[in-house]
């Protein structure tokens, strides 16, 4: 029997771990036009589908299914898996493409459309590719700062979505470190125009170290786009990045 070598037993470091809760909810609309997954806990993908257009929840699923798909595939390539950069703006071009030819099929030919916002994560920095008005924001030493800007203009029309145009769609991307402690927030705009900074601050300063306060954390985030008036469909993820015990 080989027994492990004790240098390296000392000398190794715990990995910290990532914990996630999500929630949404319809608001006033008819039905539920967000979506997202989460993919090992390293990407997670949010997709809002284009309100005034047909099949937003369509759109919105088909986005995420394929921006996941598309994600598990680049990943095996070390070119895109070495350039983040690189393999945000291919899982958009993908994504974007299999809407656009979704046109072609029967019943979709009034088109379709959706915000993407896709996080990519690994055990010392993380990514985030945006289109649309989908958002991110980080939350650090009790402070919370957005990482993503809006595609929208001064009426707060979108100005880049996906599905709506065959080629040309480039990802506004972020990087930055990710640190034991750092909470993420992804939130559809029924969420992200509707909690101001301080009172998302005021949640997450509670989310702890289990996925019940995180659950309670993103509960506390949708309960407040309420109070403040969103009628809008409204998602909300958390990802926390905790530090084991050395």
């Known amino acids: 029997m080989k027994l492990p070598d004790p240098w390296k037993l000392k000398y190794e470091q715990p990995k910290d771990v990532v914990l996630f809760a999500a929630s949404q909810l319809t608001g ?3 039905h539920q036009e967000d979506y997202f997954v989460n993919f090992n806990d390293e990407c997670f993908i949010v997709a809002d589908g284009v309100g005034g257009m047909p099949h937003g929840a369509e759109a919105a699923k088909l986005a995420c299914e394929t921006a996941e798909w598309a994600y598990r595939l680049v990943r095996q390539r070390p070119f895109y898996w070495n350039a983040k950069d690189f393999f945000l703006k291919r899982i958009v071009r993908s994504t974007n493409m299999r809407l656009w030819q979704k046109r072609r099929e029967p019943g979709f030919a009034d088109g379709l459309a959706t915000t993407l916002l896709v996080f990519l994560a690994n055990d010392r920095r993380f990514w985030v590719g945006s289109v649309g ?9 009790a402070a919370v700062r957005k ?8 009426h707060g029309n979108l100005t880049k979505i996906l599905g709506v145009q065959r080629f040309g ?7 930055e470190s990710f640190l034991a402690g750092d909470v993420i927030v992804l939130a559809s705009d029924g969420v992200a125009r509707y909690v101001a900074n301080d009172e998302m601050a005021y949640a997450l300063k509670e989310t702890g170290a289990t ?15 309420q109070k403040n008036g969103s009628t ?3 998602t909300a993820l958390i990802i926390k990045k905790i530090a084991l015990p050395q």
Do not use: C, H, W
């Open 28 to 30: 006033g609309r008819p």
């Open 133 to 141: 008005d989908t958002s991110a924001f980080l939350f650090r030493d």
């Open 147 to 154: 990482l993503t800007t809006e595609d929208v203009d001064n």
């Open 169 to 175: 769609i480039v990802p506004q991307i972020i990087q």
């Open 211 to 225: 996925t019940q306060r995180m659950t309670d954390a993103v509960a506390q985030l949708l309960k407040t786009a």
């Open 232 to 234: 809008d469909n409204m």
